[in-house]
Each structure stands twice: as C-alpha cells, then as structure tokens.
C-alpha cells in the first residue's frame, strides 16, 4: 500500500465518523493550543520585561540599599560625591530621594505623584526629553533652587490643557516654580504611568522636603556596554572606601548592573511560562489517551474488516499501518485546528486586549510534532492489536 492510498483510506476511516472524531481530537486541539499560547504570553512578557528594563536608561548600574537581613540604609550624598570625584568608567551620575504618594497642588487641584530628587545627568542616564521649557541645572542644583520639572500626567491633573511653565505648585509646604515639561513615556507592561512623575533637584529635595540626609539610590551610566564589569567592580571598592569596610566585612549596599537585572527578571519568567506549558501539555497526554481508546473501539467495530483484507492478501503491516495513520492523521488534525485556535486567541490578545504575545515558529513546528509523537504513541498499542488478529477468528466476528 503506497502513502497516498494509505493517507486516503484513512481519511476516509476518520471522516466517517465526524463528530466521534472530532471529540476524539478535542484533547489534542485544546492541549496544543494552551502549550503555545502559554508559551507566546511568557515570551511577551519577557520582551516586555527587558524592554521595560532597557528603557531605565543605557548601560545602567545602580547602587541601592541592603536588602533581606542587611537592611538599612547609609547612602548619603558623601558617597555620590566620592564616584564622581573617583570613578573612570562612568559617563553620567546621580543621586536620587524618591517621596513616593506626595500631595502636589497646582492651581486650585491637587494630585498624589512621585517625586524625584535628583541631579541634571538623570535625564542623560534614563533617556529623558524635555518637550518644553528646559530641565534644571548644576546651577539650580549648588543653588538649592525650587524649581520642578513635571510628566505630562501631572501637569494635566494639575493645570489641564494650561502651559504649566513658569507657573507655582506647592510639594507639601514649599513652593517650586515649573521650568519644564517632560516628553511622554507613557505606561508600562504592567499598568504604571511613567508620566506620573515630578522632578526636583536633588540637594532641594534632601534639604527642604525629606526629614533625613539619606539618599535612595545611586544611579550611573557606564561609557560603553564592555566595561560594565569593570566599572561595578571599582564603585563596589569605592563605595566599600566610602562606608570604611573592611576586606571581610559584608556590604551595606548594594550595587546591581543592568544586564544582570535582564537576565534574573527574564529567568523568572521563563521559569514560569515552561511551568504553565507544562501543566499545558498535561492535556496533550489526555488527548492522546483519548485517542488510543477511540482506536481501541474501532479496531473492535471493524474486526470484520479486518479479517476481510486479511484474506484477500492484506499483511499485518499493512494493518498496522493503516491503524497507526489514522491516530497520526486524527492527532495532526487536532494539532492543526489547536494551531489556528491558538494564533487566532494570541491575536485578539495582543489587538484588543493589549496582552503582548510572542508566536514563536519553533514551538509551532514543536508543538505540531508533538501532536504527532502523542498519534504514533497511543496508536501503536490499538494498530499492533488489529494486526495480530486471526484473520479466521476475525471473519467469524459478529
């Protein structure tokens, strides 16, 4: 029996019975169909996470407090002006006290926002643009100036449609004059508002708004992407200089590189979307016990059949063959309707509900070869039973 007659025959066996056929596929349709839109959200979630962290700025290493049982903070202005004075890699550094829920009025509303105590680089460091008026300056900084510049989200809470250049807003008790306006960034993957945001210099906001000398963060930007290693190995002696540590003695801080923060939020999620696609692919294996019993009950249904091709010159292998086509051709099925279900969810995922998804070709060439494997697997069992059978016994079969 050549492939096309075969691939007919069997063809013929499945469409006999649509609707049982169709059931029978329904495992392999809904299990591959999960596996790659599990596995296109996971990877749009990746990009999304190292596109978000690309964005923080170019070539960035940041110096934070401890975390876990370290905690506690010591950084302080001290510490920013000995890496500028003594760093040799770095292209731009700031200093930065974050006042998160901060009340701001402007006009006659007020709006709860984020505000940004930081130096003239950050906009360098995190790829910034002003869209109006301009940003501070090393002048406003050493002058201790109250001057803010704003993102659009705040300025039109504030002031509406209104230029909010050169107009007074009030961050707690004390007034600033708005010198500038931020370019948009919009939102991130996960919902927060980048715009949302009101900057300040940074010996401003530690003098007249914070109640202490202590600084959230440092953060820089390394000359070039090769000596990012280089560069976090001398602001850790400097930093350890800085805060009088010993060789032995364990870090007050923390200093985490930009590609490091890639490569840990990118694990993560890869952790969890092969996790999902696990349990995904739990289905596919129902899908496959479903079809061997389908199998199972046909080769019962057409013993007589059987016997008949038997005795007229049909070959166990050619038997077992025509068996097993049908669970590979029954599973594929499955696996292609599984295939256009899930390109088809994935899009109105990333149209209409802003999801983003990757479709990646290998896991469909994967996923489709999967569905294969699960037909040839379950269907040998139930293929090699009606090829064993007497063809005497099998033609007395009522």
């Not at 809904?30 to 596109?51: E, L, P, R, T, Y």
């Not at 109640?211 to 963060?217: A, R």
């Not at 930093?239 to 923060?261: C, G, P, W, Y």
Request: with cysteine; charged share 20%; hydrophobic share 45%.
């Amino acid at each position: 029996m050549n492939i096309g007659k075969l691939a007919s025959a069997s063809m013929r066996s499945i469409l006999r019975n649509k609707m049982r056929s169709f059931l029978t596929s329904l495992g392999i349709i809904i299990g591959v169909c999960s596996v790659i839109v599990m596995v296109a959200v996971g990877s749009g979630s990746q990009a999304q996470i190292k596109k978000q962290i690309a964005s923080m700025g170019t070539n960035l290493l940041m110096v934070m407090p401890p975390r876990g049982p370290r905690e506690g903070n010591r950084m302080s202005m001290a510490d920013v002006q000995k890496l500028r004075a003594e760093s040799s890699y770095l292209a731009a550094l700031t200093g930065e006290v974050r006042l998160s829920g901060t009340y701001v009025v402007g006009g006659s509303n007020t709006w709860s926002t984020t505000v940004y105590g930081i130096e003239p680089d950050y906009i360098k460091i995190k790829d910034w643009t002003v869209q109006s008026g301009e940003f501070f300056t090393d002048k406003d900084l050493t002058a201790r100036n109250k001057v803010a510049v704003l993102g659009t989200s705040v300025a039109t809470k504030l002031f509406g449609d209104e230029d909010p250049i050169g107009k007074s807003i009030r961050i707690l008790t004390t007034p600033f004059t708005v010198v500038g306006l931020l370019t948009s960034k919009g939102s991130t993957g996960m919902g927060n508002d980048q715009d949302d945001v009101v900057m300040v210099p940074l010996d401003t906001a530690v003098n007249r708004l914070t109640k202490d000398k202590k600084i959230n963060s440092i953060e820089m930007s390394v000359t070039s992407e090769a000596l990012m290693t280089q560069a976090q190995a001398e602001v850790t002696t400097i930093m350890r200089e800085s805060h009088k540590l010993s060789d032995s003695a364990t870090a007050d801080f923390d200093v985490m590189n930009q590609a490091e923060i890639i490569k840990t939020a990118s694990q993560t999620s890869a952790t969890l979307t092969s996790l999902l696609a696990a349990i995904a692919g739990v289905s596919l294996i129902v899908g496959g016990i479903g079809i061997m019993n389908i199998m199972l009950v046909s080769v019962t249904e057409r013993t007589r059949e059987i016997g008949i091709r038997m005795s007229v010159g049909a070959r166990k292998r050619d038997i077992l063959l025509q068996f097993l086509s049908e669970s590979v051709i029954l599973s594929l099925l499955g696996g292609i309707i599984g295939i256009l279900l899930a390109l088809m969810i994935a899009y109105v995922m990333r149209t209409f509900m802003g999801t983003p998804t990757v479709v990646s070709p290998a896991v469909i060439a994967a996923s489709a070869g999967f569905a294969g494997a699960v037909g040839i697997f379950f269907g040998w069992y139930p293929a090699r039973k009606a090829a064993n059978l007497y063809p005497i016994d099998a033609l007395r079969y009522e």
